[in-house]
């Protein structure tokens, strides 16, 4: 997957934004420094939509060649607008440690009959593998989930050969809360008070 870039050209990150252009960095073992990049904003939304962060994307352009995983996005924190992006520049024949989301399917029996509520306890599995080895995501079809006793483990995954899970195979990911404990919860979260609080959030600077 490929994904044009351009040199930042000593330009800052509010001319390209007026530009809609996106503010990018890679950076990584392999390189002797991090590179400044720009990226057109509909271009990255677009890969970023369609790679996540796990599958590897091509940055070419301005004399770049460069294999990477996207590692981080920034998002402006009052409008969620792509402020900036950090990509982790990789190697084709070195194996990269990554997140794999995970994602539900199907419709279980339990939910459906109303006796409890799936939850997924952990949304992320951590693997080992090459680049082009490293799967978009990993998807469980929760309809398998017969009784409020039924859990999921990391163990129970199916991932490639080529992939090397990280995590706690004794991990759970996926549980049923049962109707009572659902109604015990919620009657133990306290009211809160009427009372408006501060949202705040940390800001990176370019």
């Known amino acids: 997957m490929e994904l044009i870039v351009t040199s930042r050209q000593?330009?800052?990150?509010?001319?390209?934004?007026?530009?809609?252009?996106?503010?990018?960095?890679?950076?990584?073992?392999?390189?002797?420094?991090?590179?400044?990049?720009?990226?057109?904003?509909?271009?990255?939304?677009?890969?970023?939509?369609?790679?996540?962060?796990?599958?590897?994307?091509?940055?070419?352009?301005?004399?770049?060649?460069?294999?990477?995983?996207?590692?981080?996005?920034?998002?402006?924190?009052?409008?969620?607008?792509?402020?900036?992006?950090?990509?982790?520049?990789?190697?084709?024949?070195?194996?990269?440690?990554?997140?794999?989301?995970?994602?539900?399917?199907?419709?279980?029996?339990?939910e459906k009959l109303g006796e409890g509520q799936i939850q997924l306890v952990k949304d992320f599995i951590e693997v080992e593998a090459f680049p082009q080895d490293l799967p978009h995501d990993i998807t469980i079809d929760i309809s398998v989930i017969q009784t409020t006793n039924d859990t999921i483990f990391v163990k129970d995954l199916k991932f490639s050969s080529k992939v090397t899970v990280l995590d706690d195979p004794e991990q759970a990911i996926i549980t049923v809360a049962t109707a009572e404990e659902e109604t015990s919860a919620a009657e133990a979260t306290p009211t809160a008070e009427a009372t408006p609080a501060a949202d705040t959030k940390d800001e990176k600077k370019d």
Request: proline share 7%; glycine share 4%; hydrophobic share 40%.
């Open 10 to 110: 000593y330009k800052s990150a509010k001319e390209l934004r007026k530009e809609w252009l996106i503010p990018c960095i890679v950076y990584g073992k392999h390189l002797e420094t991090p590179i400044a990049i720009a990226c057109p904003k509909n271009n990255i939304i677009k890969k970023y939509k369609e790679a996540g962060y796990s599958t590897p994307l091509t940055l070419t352009g301005d004399g770049i060649k460069q294999l990477v995983l996207i590692q981080d996005i920034q998002l402006d924190p009052v409008t969620d607008v792509l402020l900036h992006v950090d990509f982790l520049a990789v190697k084709s024949d070195e194996k990269v440690k990554t997140e794999i989301p995970v994602k539900m399917i199907g419709e279980s029996p339990i």
